[in-house]
Every structure is written in structure tokens, then in C-alpha cells.
């Protein structure tokens, strides 16, 4: 079976993969499409050296069916179209007995911390597989979980109906986002510094602004009438847009830290505290999250072709990574089965 694996050193390759029969409690996955990430971008880089073993097959966006049913698993059978909520959390930590398993204390992320889904076929926990619905085709499906941090970020910030809300960054995130917002009534606008995804964004709906040539305060002050936005989504990781972030809210306004930001940011708490804005942030997903996600892309309220840059079969990954790194990329789906469109 092929996959992809990063194998040190900034490198990424091609590699057969030995895949026994599901154990007790998993599934055995026939992976069809796995999308590819920023995070992917910095395991493939080596930023996350220190924390990944290799060689280490990543990918944590992806869509299959049911290849073979471990023991002890019930409600499943081989055939089933299926995707993974990459989180095993250990149910025992201070977070977990606090109801908050998705940001476990000792979380194991699936992709980085156990092998992923860029492999033909994958042994899964059971209780991490999320069933789809027949009428999903698995190329928009491979979409569900960066849906899901979308869905996660807004339900975090209590958007309401009407509310005004700037998104911060326009990659695929920032867009989802954006477009889960406005799913949810709110108006939104997103800022994003690149010129080719600018003009993507805009094609979509939404208003756009360059925030490296615009007075972002005075912009966002004149779209809502010199009350300030509702919610403001940091998706970008910039230290500017940390900076800028709090004179866009209003007052008593929600600022959501999406993005991760590599270092300690400045940050105005001067304006967080007259304002008394709320600062919140925003990590992954719940289960509900996520099958709100699978609801969502059902019913056709995520622009999913529109988002998919391209399909590359599996031998591809590193260049269609360095695309992605060079920003000349929205999403890039990888063709896991080899069959496109089976
Ligand atoms: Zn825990």
C-alpha cells in the first residue's frame, strides 16, 4: 500500500506502507482523499521536529469507507463512507473530566502524533470514525474537518444573527470561517495581505480588504457605522494583525485567536480593558462540530468546489506542498485510492 510520509529533515517521500487487519475497537479505512494543511506545511518543514517521529505518515482532512471491521465494533459494516475526528483524548486529565476531551491535557492530534490518513488504507479507533451521509460525495468530504474548525471558532464566539464580523487572514480557514459566518447570519469582510486569494475571496461574496494598505480601524469603522465589529477572527498568525485586532472590535466585542502564533505577541490590553473586550481562544473541534461540518457540506452551504484548488495523486505531495507553501493554493486534495472520483 502507498503513503506519505515526512521523513526528516524537511523531506517528504513516497512510501509503502504495511497495514495489518484492524485490532480490536478499530476500523480499517479505505482512504479516498486526504487534504492537505498548514500544519502539514509545518510538519513538512521541520518546525515540528521535536515533537514527531518519523517516518511519519501525516494528513488529518480526509474521506474514505469502511474497509474492514475490527472486533468488538458495532455499527459499522465494510462499504460505509466515513470520515475521522483526529482526536484520542486520554478521559482522564483535568480538561477531559471538565467536559473539554477535544483540548485534553495529553492529546494525541491523529497525523501528527500517530500516523495519519495519506496511506491506503488506515487502522482507526472506531470511536474517532464519523459516518456520512450516502448523498456526500468523499472529494467534498475530504473538507469536513477544516469545516469543523470553522464551525468550532464561531460557535466559540457567540456570533449572532446581523452581527458584523472580520476575518483576519483569508486562507482556506479564514474562508471557511467566513463563509460559516455568514451561513449564521453575520456580515463579514476579510482581510488578507495576498492579492490572488483577495480576488478568490471576493469571488465568493465576500467584501475583501489589503489591511498592509488600508487603516483597518478606519475601514472597519465605516462598515459599521463607528461601532466596531462584533467579532474579530485572528486566522492570519501575524503579529500586525494581533496588534491591529483589538481596534477593530467593538465595545464589549469578542476577539477569537484561531491562528497559531509561532511567538509571544504584542497586544493593546489597554484597549482589551476599555473597551472590556473578551479575548478567547479557539482550538480544533467538538464531535458536534464536527457532524454540524458533515451538515453542512451535505447541504451544499460550503462552497467546496470553489475552495478545491486541485487534486494530485499521491506521488505529488511534496510539490503540491510547496504550491500550498508559496501560497499559489487554496486546498489541494490528495487522491489517496488513486482512482479519482471512485
Ligand atoms: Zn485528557
Not at 20 to 34: D, F, K, R
Not at 215 to 230: F, H, K, L, P, S
Not at 257 to 286: C, T
Request: hydrophobic share 50%.
Amino acid at each position: 500500500m502507498k503513503g506519505a510520509a515526512y521523513v526528516g529533515g524537511g523531506r517528504l517521500e513516497t512510501v509503502s506502507v504495511e497495514v495489518g487487519p484492524p485490532g480490536p475497537g478499530e476500523l480499517q479505512i479505505a482512504v479516498a482523499y486526504c487534504g492537505l494543511c498548514g500544519t502539514d506545511l509545518h510538519i513538512a518543514h521541520g518546525a515540528m521536529d521535536a515533537r514527531v517521529r518519523t517516518p511519519l505518515v501525516f494528513g488529518h482532512e480526509t474521506s474514505g469507507t469502511v474497509a474492514a471491521v475490527g472486533a468488538g465494533v458495532e455499527g459499522w459494516k465494510v462499504g460505509d463512507p466515513l470520515t475521522v475526528m483526529p482526536l484520542v483524548w486520554d478521559g482522564t486529565c483535568p480538561a477531559c473530566l471538565a467536559g473539554h476531551q477535544h483540548i485534553c491535557q495529553n492529546l494525541v492530534f491523529v497525523g501528527i502524533d500517530a500516523p495519519g490518513g495519506l496511506q491506503q488504507r488506515w487502522n482507526v479507533p472506531a470511536s474517532i470514525a464519523v459516518p456520512l451521509p450516502p448523498g456526500l460525495d468523499l472529494r467534498t468530504a475530504a473538507l469536513v474537518e477544516p469545516v469543523a474548525v470553522a464551525v468550532h471558532d464561531v460557535r466559540r464566539s457567540d456570533l449572532q444573527v446581523g452581527d458584523h464580523a472580520v476575518v483576519l487572514g483569508g486562507g482556506p480557514i479564514g474562508v471557511l470561517i467566513a463563509t460559516v459566518a455568514r451561513d449564521a447570519g453575520a456580515h463579514v469582510i476579510v482581510a488578507e495581505v495576498d492579492a490572488s486569494r483577495r480576488s478568490r475571496i471576493a469571488a465568493l461574496g465576500f467584501e475583501v480588504i489589503d489591511p498592509a494598505s488600508a487603516d483597518m480601524a478606519a475601514e472597519i469603522g465605516r462598515w459599521t457605522n463607528g461601532v466596531g465589529a462584533d467579532v474579530v477572527f485572528e486566522v492570519s498568525g501575524a503579529a500586525a494583525a494581533a496588534r491591529s485586532a483589538t481596534d477593530l472590535a467593538k465595545v464589549r466585542g469578542t476577539i477569537v485567536v484561531v491562528a497559531i502564533h509561532s511567538a509571544p505577541r504584542e497586544l493593546d490590553l489597554q484597549r482589551v480593558f476599555w473597551r472590556e473586550l473578551r479575548l478567547l481562544g479557539a482550538r480544533v473541534y467538538q464531535r458536534s462540530d464536527f457532524e454540524r461540518a458533515v451538515d453542512l457540506l451535505s447541504r451544499g452551504r460550503i462552497p467546496a468546489q470553489a475552495l478545491i484548488s486541485r487534486v494530485v495523486p499521491i506521488e505529488e505531495v511534496a510539490s503540491a506542498m510547496d504550491d500550498l507553501s508559496a501560497g499559489r493554493a487554496m486546498k489541494i486534495l490528495v487522491d489517496v485510492a488513486g482512482e479519482a472520483g471512485a
